[in-house]
């Protein structure tokens, strides 16, 4: 059975400039064809003037295959890669809001705290808020143990992902960068 068969998580990462209106046009290629997103974050790449969005999605390889293209060709878009899970070290970072009166009349919480490799961030008179880095199984699994004592509030960020594989990414990014140094002093 070939690794690309059937469904599986991919991560996009589409190299940009930070055009207005871009991220909307980028989504909207993903959504005409009934993709669902299944996280996204956006920021400044490693190279001075590029813009990095981070994209999630569950796809077949097929698929994501001609996505990538749809995506590339979009004005002010460079490049887009995609990797699967095993080809980029990743995580998300989650916030839970509790209250405090959980906190204090039980030494349940801290222990699910540290069982969770959370740290609290902020200790207020109605609530707490804590936080959790990891994947998506790890942040869910808190946010189901607080479900059972209670919890007033729980945000979850997108993927963020660094590749493994270094050449691909670097030399691309090189080459984009020598580019812009050719054409702006032209």
């Known amino acids: 059975m070939s690794e690309y068969t059937g469904v599986q998580e991919y991560t996009l990462t589409v190299f940009c400039e930070n055009k207005t209106g871009l991220l909307s046009r980028i989504v909207s290629v993903i959504t005409r064809r009934h993709y669902n997103i299944e996280s996204l974050t956006a920021s400044p790449s490693a190279t001075e003037s590029i813009y990095r969005f981070t994209i999630m999605v569950r796809l077949h390889h097929e698929q994501v295959r001609k996505l990538v293209k749809q995506i590339e060709k979009q004005i002010d878009v460079l490049k887009v890669f995609y990797y699967t899970n095993d080809e980029i070290i990743h995580q998300e970072i989650a916030l839970y809001k509790i209250p405090t009166k959980v906190f204090y009349n039980s030494t349940n919480v801290e222990g699910i705290i ?73």
Do not use: C, W
């Open 114 to 186: 540290r069982k969770h490799n959370a740290r609290v961030l902020a200790i207020e008179e109605e609530y707490i808020v804590v936080e959790k880095t990891g994947h998506l199984e790890d942040t869910e699994a808190l946010l189901e143990e607080f479900k059972g004592l209670g919890i007033y509030e729980f945000v979850r960020s997108g993927r963020v992902a660094i590749v493994k594989p270094m050449e691909r990414l670097n030399n691309y990014l090189k080459s984009l960068e020598q580019e812009f140094e050719t054409n702006n002093y032209q």
